[in-house]
């Protein structure tokens, strides 16, 4: 099994996903309790109409790929306060937006549709340095905000009608998480796969949300399931040639299924 480690691309490849893991339940966590499980959906087609934009103008996908998911989710909260009650039409309109632009586009990708495939459903072998780093980067940035917003996002969370009149800038807040979904949907795109990043944000929510007691320990169990699903993805798509992001994503579904189960009666 370690023999796999022998190879650059995979050490990359590894690397990716392990922040990944990190971010994604971090995001996932407020965006499940805000009741927005959907919108990495929408963001991560709108994310694939960006890399499709930098494969035909000659940008780099990951890139694209970040300032469409951006745009996106922008977009929806935009969307949300226009449909007020009806606001979930946000979501859907904003991924047809994605859905419709990204078919139009690839129309004139040229000779790249193999590469346009690799960051629907994820690719080991195509990461690079370039895009190591830039995973790396956004990735720090990403922790680095939501620690430093944690009180806000998790008062926002359960109730902004509570955090405003407590005083708390919920506009603000709610635009910077939704700038750090798209940026963790964008990145991850790569390897996890533009299609695959929602799920690996909801479900080891979800799982966590079995057995965590608290807000807090709720969010640490949803990142070491991240993990778990990831790694243990990672290696069996390795070891039986499979595509990594739908290995992570039916490993962290079995395990759920397993938990609710175990612990489903419980709560």
Request: hydrophobic share 60%; aromatic share 10%; proline share 2%.
């Amino acid at each position: 099994m370690l023999d796999m480690f022998q190879y650059e691309f995979m050490r990359r490849a590894f690397a990716v996903i392990v922040i990944i893991a990190v971010i994604a339940p971090c995001i996932g966590m407020p965006i499940v309790m805000k009741r927005l499980s959907a919108i990495g959906d929408a963001a991560s087609h709108s994310a694939l109409a960006g890399v499709a934009f930098g494969l035909v103008f000659g940008v780099n996908p990951i890139v694209g790929a970040v300032i469409f998911a951006i745009c996106a989710v922008l977009g929806i909260e935009a969307f949300r306060k226009a449909f007020g009650r009806f606001s979930e039409l946000a979501t859907v309109v904003v991924m047809s937006a994605g859905i419709g632009l990204t078919a139009v586009l690839s129309g004139f990708i040229t000779n790249g549709s193999a590469n346009l495939n690799s960051f629907m459903f994820g690719s080991v072998v195509a990461v690079s340095d370039f895009e190591l780093w830039l995973t790396v980067g956004l990735g720090a940035a990403v922790i680095v905000v939501f620690a430093l917003l944690h009180k806000e996002i998790f008062s926002i969370s359960f109730d902004e009608e509570a955090a405003k009149i407590a005083g708390l800038p919920v506009k603000t807040v709610n635009f910077i998480l939704m700038v750090l979904t798209a940026v963790t949907v964008a990145i991850a795109s790569r390897v996890v796969g533009a299609l695959m990043i929602a799920s690996l944000m909801v479900i080891p929510v979800a799982a966590a949300m079995m057995l965590g007691k608290s807000y807090r320990a709720t969010t640490i169990l949803s990142v070491v399931f991240a993990e778990v699903f990831s790694i243990g993805g990672f290696i069996l798509s390795y070891i039986l040639d499979l595509r990594p992001g739908g290995t992570i994503v039916l490993i962290g579904v079995a395990a759920l299924i397993v938990i609710m189960a175990l612990f489903g009666r419980k709560r």
